[in-house]
């Protein structure tokens, strides 16, 4: 609907000050302590949205905004949490002068277009002189070998090799602010610079002069209107890379061993990046009052206060600049995208979300592109009207919304209404928003059990059945209600479906067999959805029963697609959202809707058909997935393979559903328990949306135009889901259909229509504001390479359905390349060519990026499963920006010198096999899995204190959890790994491995520096890569 609004939109030309200004002086919105009482219309914040924000954290306010406030926010402060949106501020107190920009924040961050930005640029400018390949390559050109390179980057001598890393603007260095420590890289000695470090080869024939713009869109993602994925500015025959650069297992397994190796301290260091921002950010307060500011990296903990966007934690940008025209954006190829985690988890020294309930007449909203009330909206005509941020339409101020402005055009009531200062917030829904205009019922759990006969042996049904009673103790529910309004129901299967009775009044449950699973019905309503403390007992015995019923059970066979039908079947009777959780072990392949062959046909991969591997091989659960979705039926699934499931199948309508998928590969009771119940307890007690549906609206000259999560597309512009977690994220990107404008900056809202696990429905609003600009270096400097690394991941992992995968890995290259060379060209210093100039912003970029490029989604090795790829896949276009940032860059950590007295976490070190050593050990984790890697003479006296046992061969390397040994070493070993697993959306299994023994292979994967085992280049190779490609866009 907004779309339409852009285009019809009256050109309201006059700019917006108000909404450049929206930035509301620190706390004076906490209002007056002598207004004890909340105004009407505003609830406190409710249930599962958390305990409100303890006193302490709050910051100082500004040293600028003078003594007036400071007294005005003292008592304020401590007032807060209970007051939540206290009453009117006084006149005096209540119109605070927005300070100027320059007044703004010495005490809190610094916009990055203010003082943080020129504070990168001196820092860039100063590194520019410092950085290089290090001592070894001080000699120039003949000192300094080729970096490792494919045949075919050789023979070119006439160019120079990539030199200095460094970033290097054009501006010239203004003073440095202490607030910044982002383009300062302490470790790295300084040196002379060099300019003319020899090196891996010059261009190669077949990739003569790429022209910066101007050509038609080679091949590569599907042909979108206006997309800037892929690579429109070059030509399609230069897609094919020379020498098969990134990745070609066979290109890059070649000679790749230099006489010296590049020191890799003189590279771009991740563990750099995280650390100096930890440093300058972490344990402070970040407030979001400041359209465009950048955030603390997602590695860094601070405390986040929002006043006026939404906190980092629910939205992050690929950048918080962008550009004014789309010419810009094309020029530049960077992507425009928000990482949208609309239920994100806040902790409890945060606030938590407001609800506004405005009764009957429900949320005020622009007529024309239906944007919601938000700091966004500017007040005129004495308050009788406001303008839209985002359409620029203006409206009527209904009756009951009514307030005088302030001197300064603000509303009396400004700092009472979380819509009109805060960036995040929740309506009450009225009956419009509700199915059929009526309430919702409140959500279902149906638990879905495989008792084919393997599941049966192994104990698995007997594990979940146990699990169970105690998962069902600790149902999700409001904070305010006593019980959960979740009710529950049973299911078994094997080739038929067994329902089960299980209400209270009962004495035993009983049980119905549904045979016919071409047109699966519900057998019974009343007893299969039921509270579970009243049926407990009966529930109880149906948990305790079900191992016996089938103890004897020889079927082999299951179905699937019947499952889930059934599943949602009994929803759409109960009318009610709900969420489905299947255990299921095998193929699919008795006879019956949905049915699966085995089709794991090595044979297909590395041809161009290798995509179909991605694909469902039947249309069934596309079709099943849309219904699943329209009837707020979400499905999660745990998978317990002992060969290959067909995941890609198999997955599709979890997938598509919002639901999570689980998968446990050979699971062995013993060994893999604890990480499934793990998962399983964490999954049902989420915080989850039902039966929800997301809108993005954006202001004039842009829009978003896709969409990559686990979720459903109607049409192109709302965003569908049967149920979204706290985990879950949606990336989406923008395009521009017009110019932008400067002052009134780019707005974003995300509003999400759902329904709560009490059954109410909510309306959750995210807004976030920012800025525009016609200077390319403004987009750089305000990047997040985490965030960009998302977006790279979804989209390229959203592209392996339709497209070859060296096409999806050729376009990454590119787009690299060229993200870099546009800066090059357009905002750093000009200096040789044979130095790499990175903008500081995208300094370990690349790093992340050949991580991604080797990830096994994008290129296949021998001893990962095509089940493995479709798995990894599936989670990854769901993942946040933190837990993107932790798959493709492990957190490896040094756990022989830990301070086993301190409480911080030891600092990371960077994944590279150079950084291990014989004498230490290591943990390594990546969100999915954890390693602890023993090196060959680790001390005795950490073996003895972790594992209590005498020496590295006595170790027993096939367990998952370490003993309880009791020592200090094991104590903190163990809290180093729960912290790392807390907040973390799955249980991650942990492998010991020692080294030089065969597990290690498996563990080397994950030290993405290095060039992989079965092709994937170095860090130091792709570098020099990407430089050759980028001299090659400048020549
Ligand atoms: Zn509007």
């Known amino acids: 609907m907004s779309q339409q609004g852009y285009v019809a939109a009256p050109p309201y030309s006059q700019t917006q000050p108000g909404i450049g200004a929206l930035s509301p002086p620190l706390r004076g919105h906490y209002g007056d302590p002598s207004h004890p009482t909340p105004p009407a219309g505003i609830m406190k914040p409710a249930g599962p949205l958390g305990p409100t924000a303890p006193v302490g954290v709050l910051p100082p306010g500004p040293p600028n905004s003078g003594a007036h406030q400071f007294v005005q926010n003292g008592p304020n402060i401590s007032g807060y949490p209970q007051q939540r949106f206290p009453g009117p501020p006084s006149a005096s107190d209540a119109a605070p002068p927005y300070p100027p920009y320059s007044h703004m924040p010495s005490a809190t961050y610094p916009s990055p277009v203010s003082s943080s930005a020129t504070t990168q640029l001196t820092n860039q400018l100063g590194s520019m002189q410092i950085h290089n390949y290090g001592p070894g390559m001080a000699s120039g050109s003949q000192g300094i070998p080729a970096p490792p390179s494919a045949a075919s980057f050789q023979g070119h001598p006439q160019l120079p090799q990539p030199a200095i890393l460094q970033p290097g603007p054009r501006m010239p260095p203004p003073p440095p602010s202490m607030h910044n420590g982002l383009g300062t890289t302490p470790s790295l000695p300084p ?45 399609g025959a230069q897609l094919s890379s020379p020498a098969g650069f990134p990745g070609g297992p066979a290109q890059m397994a070649g000679p790749m061993q230099p006489p010296k190796k590049l020191d890799p301290d003189s590279i771009p260091s991740p563990i750099q990046v995280i650390e100096n921002d930890r440093s300058t950010r972490s344990g402070q307060v970040y407030t979001t009052n400041l359209r465009g500011q950048v955030p603390p990296l997602v590695t860094t903990d601070c405390v986040i206060q929002d006043q006026g966007n939404a906190s980092p934690r629910y939205i992050r940008c690929t950048t918080y600049c962008f550009p004014a025209t789309s010419d810009m954006a094309k020029q530049s190829q960077l992507p425009l995208a928000a990482i949208i985690k609309p239920f994100a988890t806040v902790p409890p020294n945060e606030m938590p979300l407001y609800l506004v309930n405005h009764g009957e007449t429900g949320p005020v909203r622009c007529n024309r592109c239906k944007a919601y009330m938000c700091p966004f909206m500017q007040f005129i005509e004495g308050g009788r009207k406001f303008q839209c941020g985002f359409c620029n339409c203006v409206n009527d101020v209904p009756p009951f919304y009514f307030q005088h402005l302030d001197h300064i055009g603000r509303r009396l009531d400004h700092y009472e209404k979380p819509e009109l200062s805060l960036g995040s917030y929740e309506y009450v829904a009225t009956l419009d928003y509700c199915r059929n205009n009526k309430p919702p019922n409140p959500p279902a759990y149906i638990f879905m059990i495989d008792v084919s006969y393997s599941n049966v042996k192994n104990g698995l049904v007997r594990l979940i059945c146990e699990e169970l009673k105690m998962v069902l103790e600790n149902l999700p529910k409001e904070e305010q209600e006593e019980a959960s309004a979740i009710r529950v129901g049973f299911v078994t299967y094997n080739k038929v479906l067994h329902f089960f009775n299980v209400k209270s009044n009962l004495a035993q449950p009983q049980m119905m067999v549904v045979t016919d699973v071409a047109e699966v019905f519900v057998p019974l309503l009343d007893g299969f959805l039921v509270n579970y403390q009243e049926s407990k007992a009966v529930i109880h015995n149906l948990l305790d029963q079900i191992p016996e019923i089938f103890a004897d059970s020889n ?243 959203s592209a392996v359905l339709t497209q070859p995968l060296k096409t999806v890995r050729d376009i990454l290259v590119h ?104 004498g230490g050990v ?114």
């Open 191 to 235: 040196a002379s610079r060099q300019d003319a470090l020899p090196g891996s080869g010059p261009p190669t024939a077949n990739f003569s002069s790429l022209p910066l713009s101007g050509q038609p869109p080679g091949p590569g993602y599907p042909p979108q209107p206006g997309a800037n994925y892929g690579p429109p500015q070059m030509p």
């Open 555 to 797: 079927e082999n066979e299951t179905v699937f697609a019947p499952v889930i039908q059934a599943g949602m079947e009994a929803l759409k009777a109960a009318d009610c959202p709900g969420k489905l959780y299947i255990f299921h072990s095998s193929l699919p392949t008795a006879e019956a809707p949905g049915k699966l062959k085995n089709r794991d046909d090595r044979k297909l991969i590395n041809t161009d058909k290798e995509k179909t591997l991605f694909q469902p091989q039947t249309n069934i659960y596309e079709t099943l997935a849309k219904d699943c979705v329209a009837a707020g039926c979400c499905v999660n699934l745990f998978l317990f393979p002992n060969q290959y499931v067909d995941v890609a199948s198999m997955g599709l309508v979890t997938q598509q559903t919002g639901g999570t998928l689980y998968k446990y590969n050979n699971f062995q009771r013993h060994l893999d328990s604890q990480t499934f119940l793990n998962d399983l307890r964490n999954d049902v007690q989420k915080m989850t949306g039902f039966d929800a549906i997301m809108r993005v609206r954006t202001s004039t000259g842009f829009r978003a135009t896709d969409f990559f999560g686990a979720i459903y597309m109607n049409n192109t512009t709302d965003v569908e889901m049967a149920a979204m977690d706290c985990d879950k994220a949606v990336t989406v990107e923008f395009k521009h259909d017009d110019k932008l404008s400067e002052d009134s900056g780019a707005l974003i809202q995300c509003a999400v229509l759902y329904t709560t696990i009490s059954g109410q429905r909510r309306l959750r609003i995210h807004n976030i504001g920012l800025n525009c600009s016609s200077q390319l270096a403004d987009l750089y400097k305000s990047c997040e390479t985490d965030a960009l690394i998302n977006f790279f991941a979804k989209s390229a992992f």
């Open 922 to 1035: 290591f943990l390594l984790a990546n969100g999915l899995r954890m390693f602890l890697w023993l090196g060959g003479s680790s001390p005795p006296e950490l073996i003895q204190g972790i594992f209590n046992v005498p020496s590295f061969t006595h170790i027993n390397t096939d367990v998952t959890s370490l003993p309880e040994v009791g020592s200090p070493y094991s104590q903190k070993l163990r809290l180093i790994m729960s912290n790392i697993q807390q907040k973390k959306p799955y249980s991650m299994k942990l492998t010991i491995v020692k080294q030089r023994e065969q597990p290690e292979i498996a563990f080397r994967q994950f030290l993405v520096e290095d060039k992989g085992l079965y092709g994937g280049a170095s860090y130091v190779d792709f570098l020099c890569c990407v430089h050759k490609e980028i001299c090659q866009l400048l020549s």
């Open 815 to 918: 787009q690299t390349a060229h993200m870099l060379a546009c800066y090059r060209k357009n905002c750093a210093n000009p200096s040789a060519v044979s130095q790499l100039i990175l903008p500081d912003a995208m300094k370990v970029f690349p790093v992340y990026m050949n991580s991604l490029l080797k990830n096994c989604v994008l290129l296949s090795r021998p001893e990962i499963s095509m089940d493995e790829r479709a798995y990894q896949r599936q989670l990854v276009m769901a993942m946040s920006v933190a837990d993107t940032q932790l798959f493709f860059y492990p957190q490896l950590i040094p756990i022989h010198t830990m301070d086993i007295k301190s409480e911080i976490l030891p600092a990371a070190i960077r994944c590279s096999e150079e950084r291990l050593s014989e």
